[in-house]
């Protein structure tokens, strides 16, 4: 089993930044990618950003520029940093990851949310 832990959520002032950190443990053999969605209030999930193994990241229109995510391999851990914080940002993330835990089989994993909540 495999869990995802995130930290670093928290209430910022519009214009701020928050950096949120999720790491993972458990029967690892290898994780693949990893990335971050949000949810906020009466709406869907939706993707904010994923990076592959390699480092090479995917960003939603709506935070490039602003958001930079980032990872250690060697800690199975992956950051958002989030900057220029705007009211809209306001959600629930979820970090996830696809986790190889033999050389033939991955399965997608999701942590338990951290709340950003940016006030105007």
């Known amino acids: 089993q495999v869990q995802l832990v995130e930290s670093g959520g928290g209430l910022v002032q519009a214009g701020g930044s928050l950096r949120l950190s999720c790491a993972a443990s458990g029967v690892i053999f290898s994780i693949h990618a990893m990335g971050w969605y949000r949810q906020a209030p009466g709406k869907q999930r939706e993707f904010v950003v994923g990076i592959t193994r390699g480092g090479t990241p995917k960003y939603a229109d709506s935070v490039k520029g602003r958001f930079t995510i980032s990872r250690e391999n060697a800690k199975n851990i992956v950051y958002l940093q989030m900057a220029s914080l705007k009211p809209e940002d306001t959600a629930v993330y979820f970090c996830?990851?696809?986790?190889?835990?033999?050389?033939?089989?991955?399965?997608?994993?999701w942590g338990q949310g951290t709340q950003v909540t940016v006030s105007s």
């Open positions: 996830n990851a696809d986790v190889g835990s033999s050389a033939s089989y991955t399965q997608r994993y």
